[in-house]
């Protein structure tokens, strides 16, 4: 049992590895740039809740947060 637990888990690691390298996209896709824009308005109107925004959007909270972040990452990079 442990043999094929450890094989199955090599075989997962190799074709994942080959997929990356091929240029292939792994994980679930990313948010549309047009919604990600209308919820980073919304947030930043201070207008309109989370959950409102989850709603208008289909972005989940902890998502936003996340997209909020890399904004914020992105932006404090460009300034130095």
Known sequence: MELQSKFLSH?????LQAAKQQGKSIGRP???????????QMYD???????DIKEAT???KSTLYRYLDDRARSLSEENE
């Open 11 to 15: 075989s997962s690691t190799f074709t």
């Open 45 to 51: 109107s201070k207008k309109y809740t989370l959950y």
């Open 58 to 60: 289909g972005i989940s």
């Open 30 to 40: 990313r948010k549309t740039d047009d919604n990600l824009q209308r919820a980073f």
